[in-house]
Nanobody
Framework: QVHLVQSGGGVVQPGGSLRLSCVAS????????MEWYRQASGGERELVAS???????WYAGSMKGRLAISRDNAKNTVYLQMNSLKPDDSAVYLC??????????????????WGQGTRVSVSS
């Protein structure tokens, strides 16, 4: 099992920056991809960035150029640097770990587990 704990977030003025962190513990070797999602009030959960085991990165078009995702494997931590924030970026941000768990008999089961979420508010 994988457990995720997030930190960072808060209130920032438009144009400001924030860095979110997500620390994984447990069966971290089973993680393939770390992801960051956001969910605005009344909205759907939206994938904004991901980073694969090899370091390959993906960004949502709506935030491309303003985000940087990185991972420190030694610390089992993934970061999301957010720059030039806009009021529309206000949301709860959640990290997720996607991977495969193998049973004792070798049967794989895909999983996606979530952090507790952290609120980002962009307001003047």
């Amino acid at each position: 099992q994988v457990h995720l704990v997030q930190s960072g977030g808060g209130v920032v003025q438009p144009g400001g920056s924030l860095r979110l962190s997500c620390v994984a513990s447990g069966s971290v070797h089973s993680i393939n991809t770390m992801e960051w999602y956001r969910q605005a009030s009344g909205g759907e959960r939206e994938l904004v960035a991901s980073i694969g085991r090899s370091g390959s990165e993906w960004y949502a078009g709506s935030m491309k150029g303003r985000l940087a995702i990185s991972r420190d494997n030694a610390k089992n931590t993934v970061y999301l640097q957010m720059n030039s924030l806009k009021p529309d970026d206000s949301a709860v941000y959640l990290c997720a770990a996607e991977g495969l768990h193998y049973s004792d008999s070798g049967v794989p089961t895909a999983y996606r587990l979530w952090g507790q979420g952290t609120r980002v508010s962009v307001s003047s």
